[in-house]
Structure formats: structure tokens, C-alpha cells
């Protein structure tokens, strides 16, 4: 028996935190019956039936392994908790090796909080054979989560390339660097400047490494002509730069022009399940990926990334029926 | 004859090393009792098992305490108890060893403030504490405080005993756990050695402008604990190259140049990662062989020696099981000729050989850890490594290739007789302990000066944030705090919340992926098939949680269950240690997993597991619970009884045979509900209440 997706929806459309898990178990299903539900789930939260994108600010935090990730989000989610009492989903994507099928996920342990937080959801997943660093499902189990959570975070461990995916599914993104590790040189060679809206130089407390770090990517955010932010913090009691960090993620927020991102990033996201279900050669048939995003153009501004899925999936059937008549 | 040269016989016996039993349970009262009848019987030294309340720092009546007050050890909250413990027992005369870590500053300025009560000065105080903290990141898990600052209570704790408590051992680096968690001869050697240099570096810096007037007195009270394992000969090689390495690092990193600073001292217990569940009676011969291991060679003999029990794998200890493991010792010590003889092996070319191939082997790793920036940063590196090779070992048993007598080969076996009354041959420690030491401690708090206690903590506080080189000493602060009358638990509180609290890396997810080489990989990729088969069904990969409930940090086996279950192909949330019940309840809720692993090592399983099982019922999740542990059989029925699915205990070694058996329980629970994942249970999967006298337990 697959669970009722619908009412899990609306669980969370009403704001219920403890409808998280179980739309999560769904939402990262592969069994038919589960999709439908799943699908069913995201109608209910699809910008069309709410009236609006669901109110919560969806950021992602990206970086090398050991950049400080975790504890950098220890400290953040302590704040969001404490100062400004916001709830808060964290989605964590292991990059674990799929060699075996199998993986650790660690972050749970890593990441402090306190179990009894009902107002805290973490969900560790796998990112599992897909590039570019999602794992399948996260994209729309952070668009569903942040119908009732104030902040839900993604993160993943960015290896280059792979934190444009990260974009696309956010609404802020937060590359975390560490300082006096090539991290910086690395990501300016790895040309994704454009990816960060706010840049966090991690263990502010080692002093000049974190200072040069700082004034480095300062320096190259600035010859690329942009004003993205860069913070030095410290996650090591006393913590440091944190509140600061919290207030240009809502400032971020504030500025952008969040329908319209995430109406990108669903028409992204759509494109992506697309081509997993029906291959190069769907795409072709509907006349190439272009074509298709001029389709996707073309649909109401509000609909869920399932109804765009859909009518993609119309296009086809339509483009490969044989002529009547 | 060349006798005068190299004489074949001491002119006279040597002196016997000194003989302890590892011992302490329930109350200081009854652990009083225990340490006097042992000293009657002819041990010469004590050695105080603390309960894990006691060595984590917390009292009594915290959370986290429940079901473990009295359970491996002695609980001691305050210095009454202290004095408990060591009524009638002259504090001038004795040799104490105290198995103590995170806490050792602690455990220490109560005995110091017990011993000044029985008249005897500190300056008269002969013994050791343990404390060795980055054995516990790596191995034990009894660790309160982050890195810096725990080595920075040891820093202190050494700088003021070499002042002010001159016999006292301070620190007593620990290769014993390294190998209990799994490490070879030649990483036993190289992390136990870089851990020694890491404390001697920060003692070092401590002591500031006096080091070069004091760096030989401290050298010289570092000693260190052991272990041996049953390949005697080569683990007596072992100790012979450590001792040079000592020497060497001494002379070269430290400028010792006085050889009796120089002298590598060790106590030891021999191995209790090899006793077996099955046929429990072959540990005897076991622990004969290993105690061989540190006795037969002078040159490298051990100072002290405490010897495990033959059931150490069934449960705790009874005190008759501890006599007979101290009669093996006397047999050895009086019985025997092995001391009448200079070092026996001086001059063997296999011997030296040995000692060769270990002696590089030790090197090359010593070099990695320095490259990691010394043990305190390399603490992942070595965990990791640690890892590994217990993964090595266990495989090596499941194949075949290492011999267990009694478990892989040779199994037949008639009953025996020694486990047959009813408590299945070992301690079971009296459940009204656990009330009656929160009732004692709530009421040694009542009566005592308040004012002075907050003032002690108060100052306490102040000296933890203290920086530089003009800091004051922790010890002294905690001496005046431990007179004052403060609890285990204000203690480390109070240093908590200076330091912040502390989890140390697991080592499970550094761990590499499966070998190519691995001598069963049909048995892996049936099990990975099967894994594939299974996620198809359930629509998602299976997840597993994986995580020790209590405060017993043994997790060697919940880290080998987690990394054989991502080889198999599950996804694994590993959360580690000292894990509350609801912490485990809300983790599998929101992880939506699909099974539940716990592991439990310290006895506490009567009280934890079920009051897990109602965590989970009462945050509606009703994937299945699997338990592994020290669990007598009686146990294990009970817990079966409570809604668990499974347990296993050490003779169920064959892992890759227990996630098969894992996959047959998520096939059949999947077919039962068509998701066999964490969401809200359906009737008759949930779990059956917890018995009633688990229930009024835990209802704390």
C-alpha cells in the first residue's frame, strides 16, 4: 500500500513539520505506485494550487569535503533555531562512492542538533548514479519542504562543475571555501564564479589564511564585475561571522526574483527527469532540447515540475502517434 | 665457560611484577569489599573499573547515565564515594591503577582529597590514570572534551603531578585498544608512540621555560598499556621494538640521556578481542599463551599485569572468574622458572629478525602520522586505518584463513558445564543500584555547602578559559573543587561548557571500498544482487541505522556492521555513539529507514533496548530492530520477547551471513506492508510493549 500523497501534500500545505518524512519515503520512491502518489503529493504543492511558490527560502550549501560544511551548518542552524526561531529541513547529499550500490551517509552525525527539535528535519541521501551532485528527488522534496519549513537547506559536496545543478534547484547558493587550501585558486580555475550568491571563508579564526582567502576572492569576484558577498566565518566556539552569514542569506533572498528562479530551475528539473525516463531520443523526438525548453517557455508560469514532466510527455506521445487518417 | 660474561642464571629470583585484577561494579561499598578480598587472595596492585557515567562525566540521575550506573564499573560521583572505595585500604602503601580518561583529572584530585582524609600526603601517592585521550577518539569512545582541550587537561595534569604527586604515573599511553579495535602489531606500535609524542610535545610547551630542567622526570613517568594477543612470539617481538623506538625518541626528540628515564614501562592486559563466546572454557589456555607473550623475555617484561576473564565474551565477570585469571598469573610468577633467568631470546636471530621487520614497519607509519601534523590531527587518518584492518581481520576468520579454535573450526563440542546455572556463568548487576546512586547523589547535593561548590566551579570555569602561558593549572582548580564537594557531573559540565562538547570522527565513512582482492567476492555480489532485488521492491535503496545507544563508546562492531552493509549495497546512516533513545527514534523517523541496528557492549542492553523499542512505537515507526552485543541467551529471549528481530552476539562472527539474514527480514517485512519503511506502523508490525520491568525503569 503506497501512502496517500495528497493528503501528505496537504499535511504540509498546512504547515505540519512531521509530514516531512514521509513525504520524503515517497517522494524518493521508484515504485510505480509510489510515483503517482508522489506526483499526486507535488500537485497539491504546485505554485498553481497554492496561489503562490511555497513561502520557504531554499539555500544550497556547497563545497570540497572538508571545507567545513557540516560544521558551518551546525552553527547556522543553531542560530536560525535560537535567534530567529525559524523551522528548518536540511536535505544532505552524499557523494559517497556508488561502487558498491551501497553508501555511508555521515552528515547526521556531523551536523549538530538536538534530536528532540521537532522543528528540525534532516534527511541524508545518497546522490547515487546521478552527476551533478543531486540526488534524484531532492529538487522537488526541497520545493515540497519549503510549504511548511521557513529555511530548507540543500547540500552537497561540490567537485567542480557539478554545484551549477545545485543552482538550479535553490533559491540561494552558498559556496564554502577553506582557507590556505588551493580551495580558492581551485575555484577560481574551476570557472563557477557565476554559481555562488554568497562565498563563506571557513575557520575565520586561523587569522591570515582566512584574511588573504577573503581578500583573494574578493578581488576576482570584482574583476568578474559582481558584488557577490564574501564572509569570513568561524565555527569554533565563540562562533564568528554567523549572524552576519544569516543576514545576507535573507538579504539574498529578499532580492532575487525567487518565482522566476525557480520557475528556471523547475523547467531545468523537468528537462532532467525527462531525458532519465525517455533518453537522448524523446528529446529528439520532440525536436531537441532547445524545442523542448521553448515548450516548457510556453506553459503557465505557475505549474509543478510534475505537470511540466506531463506535458513534455503529451508532446511526445503526440510527435510519436502515427498520422490519423 | 663464558658464565661471568653471560651468565645463564640471575643470581638471584627477580621480584615478581605486580599482579591486579580489573575490577569495580555496582557501589563504592561493594567494590570496597571486592578490592579487600582480592588483596587477601595475593594480588599486589588495584585496578579501578569506573563505571561510564563516571569516565563520560556525568551523574547518577543524568539521561544519558540510565541503564549504566554501576554496570562496567564502579559509579563515583564525589569524594564520599572515593573515600568509599577506599575505606581500610591504606592509600600510602597501595598501587593504584585507575582506568580513567576524559575524567582522570578529576578521578585523581579525589583521590588525592580522599588520601589527605586517611592522613597520607600526595607526595606518597604511587599509581596510575590512564589517560589517554586519543586512544578514546580513535578506539574507546570515552571522551568528554574536544581534542585541544583535553590535551590541554593532560598537559596540566602531568605538569602538576611531576610537581606535586612525584610517583604517580600520569598518563598511561594505551596500545591496547588500538588493538582491540583491530590495529596489526606494527600500527599498535606506530599510532601508541605518536600519541606518546603528541602529550610529551604539549607537556612540553606547558611547562614552558622549565622544560629542559624537567623534560627527563617526565619522560621517565610516561609508561604505557599493552596488549598481547595469542601470537606470542611475535607479540613479544612487539614489545622489544617499542622499548627501542622509546629509547630513541627519548634520547633524539626529547634530550633524555638518564637510562632509567629512558626505560620502556608497560603494564598489561592481554587480549580480549580474540576470547570467544564458543567453548568459552579455550580462552583459559588463551590468556596463558598471551601472558607468556609479556613475561618470558627480561628485557621487555611488563611492569604490571591484569589478565581478562575466560567469559569476557559472555558478559561481566564474577569475582571467581577474576581469581582464577590472578592464579595464572602466581602459577607463571611462583611456579614456574621464568624468573630465575636473564632476558631468554638476547642473541636469537630470529628474534632480532623480528624485531627488525616490526621496527621498519613502525617507522614508515610513524612517518605518515607526522605528515598528518602528529596524532591529534591524523586521528581520522589513523581511525580510518583502524578500520580497515579490523575489516582485514574479521574477514580472514569468515574465510577461514586465520584459525579460531571452538568458532571457525573445530566446533563440535560437548555442553559445558561451566556456563550451565543460571545466569549463564557471569555477574548480573543488582537493577536497584541505578536508583539507589541517584537517590545518593540527589542527596549529597542537598547536604553539602552550596556556596562553597559554586565557587569551586565557578573558579574552575575561570581557569578553563584562561590562555597563554601564565594559564592556571586545571588540576589545582579541581582539587579545590573535589574538597568542596562537586559532582562527577558539575565537573565536567563546567568544562563543557567552556570547551563545547565533542563527536569524534567514526571512521566508516573514511573506510576504502571493498578490496578487489577480497577472498569472498561471490558472496558480496549475491548479497549486492539480492540488495538490488530488494530496493526494486521496496522503490528505494534499503537504508539501514546503525548506532550505539548508552554511553558505551566499543563501537568496533557497529562500525564493521555499517561498512559491510554499504559494501552489500544498503545506504547506511552511521550515527555513531552515546546515542538517547529518542535521538535513535527520531533519526530512523526522519532517515525513513528501513531497519534499525543497535549494538551494546557494556550489559545495559536489559534497559536501553526496550526503552528504544518504545521510543521508536511511540514515534510510530515500525521498521524492525535488529540488536547486537555481550547478550547472554536469557537476554537475548527477553529482548526478542520486547519486539526485537534479531540478536547477535560474538559467536555470530560471519557477517556477510548476518546481512543476508537482514535481507530476509526486509524481503518479508516488505511483502507484509508493501513498504517496509519508517512510516507510521500498521497494526501487529509494531512493536509489542516493553516488559514491565523494563517499563517502570525507565520511566525515570
Partial sequence: ????????????????????????????????????????????????????????????????????????????????????????????????????????????????????????????????????????????????????????????????????????????????????????????????????????????????????????????MRSLGTDTPVLAVSSLPPPAGITELAQALAAHRAGCEVAARRRRGRHAGALIDFAA????????????????????????????????????EAALAEASSPPVG | MSEAVHPTRLPEREKPWMMRTYAGHSTAKASNELYRRNLAKGQTGLSIAFDLPTQTGHDPDEELARGEVGKVGVPIAHVGEMEALMEGIPLGEMNTSMTINATAAWLLALYIVAAERQGVPQERLTGTTQNDIIKEFLARGTYAFPPEPSMRLIADMVAYTVGNVPKWNPINICSYHLQEAGATPVQEIAYSLSNAIAVLDAVRERLGGQADELMGKVFGRISFFVNAGVRFVEEHAKLRAASILWEEIGRERYGVSDPRQLRFRYGVQVNSLGLTEAQPENNVQRIVLEALAVTLGRNARARAIQLPAWNEALGLPRPWDQQWSLRIQQVLAFETDILEYPDIFEGSKVMDGLVAELLAGARAEMAVVAEHGGAVAAVPYMKAALVDSHRERIRRIEAGEQVVVGQNRFTESEPSPLTADAEGGILVVDPAVEAQEIEAVRRWRAERDQAAVDAALADLSRVATEDGAERGNLMEASIVAARAGATTGEWAGALRAVFGSYRAPTGVGEASAPAGTASEPERLAALRDRVSALGEQLGRRPKILVGKPGLDGHSNGAEQIAVRARDAGMDVVYEGIRLTPSQIAASALQEGVHVIGLSILSGSHRELIPAVMEALREAGVSAPVIVGGIIPEQDAAALRQAGVAAVYTPKDFDISKIMSEIIDLLGTSANADGNGAASPSAPGTAARPAPPSAASKSAK
Avoid: C, Y
Fill in chain 1, 1 to 220: 500500500m503506497s501512502a496517500d500523497g495528497r493528503a501528505i501534500g496537504a499535511r504540509l500545505r498546512e504547515g505540519d513539520l512531521s509530514a516531512a518524512p514521509a513525504a520524503l519515503n515517497l517522494l524518493e520512491s521508484t515504485a510505480p505506485a509510489d510515483r503517482e502518489q508522489a506526483t499526486a503529493l507535488m500537485r497539491v504543492l504546485s505554485p498553481a494550487a497554492l496561489g503562490h511558490e511555497p513561502p520557504g527560502h531554499i539555500i544550497g550549501v556547497t563545497g570540497p569535503p572538508g571545507a567545513g560544511k557540516s560544521t558551518l551548518l551546525s552553527a547556522l542552524l543553531a542560530h536560525w533555531r535560537s535567534q530567529e526561531h525559524l523551522s528548518v529541513a536540511l536535505l544532505a547529499v552524499d557523494p559517497s562512492s556508488r561502487r558498491s550500490g551501497g553508501s555511508l551517509l555521515g552528515d547526521r552525525a556531523r551536523i549538530e542538533h538536538d534530536p528532540s527539535d521537532r522543528a528540525v528535519f534532516i534527511r541524508s541521501t545518497a546522490a547515487g548514479e546521478r552527476l551533478g551532485g543531486l540526488a534524484a528527488g531532492t529538487r522537488t522534496a526541497a520545493h515540497a519542504l519549503a510549504a511548511a519549513f521557513d529555511v530548507v537547506v540543500v547540500e552537497t559536496v561540490g567537485v567542480g562543475q557539478a554545484e551549477t545543478e545545485v543552482a538550479e534547484a535553490v533559491d540561494t547558493v552558498v559556496v564554502v571555501v577553506q582557507p590556505g587550501s588551493g580551495d580558492s585558486l581551485q575555484f577560481l580555475k574551476a570557472g563557477i564564479m557565476e554559481v555562488p550568491d554568497i562565498l563563506a571563508v571557513t575557520k575565520a579564526d586561523t587569522g591570515q589564511p582566512a584574511m588573504s582567502a577573503r581578500r583573494d576572492l574578493t578581488a576576482a
Fill in chain 1, 277 to 312: 525516463e525517455h533518453g537522448n531520443r524523446g528529446l529528439r523526438t520532440l525536436g531537441g532540447r532547445d524545442a523542448a525548453q521553448r515548450l516548457l517557455a510556453a506553459l503557465p508560469d505557475d505549474l509543478g515540475e510534475a505537470e511540466m514532466v506531463a506535458a513534455l
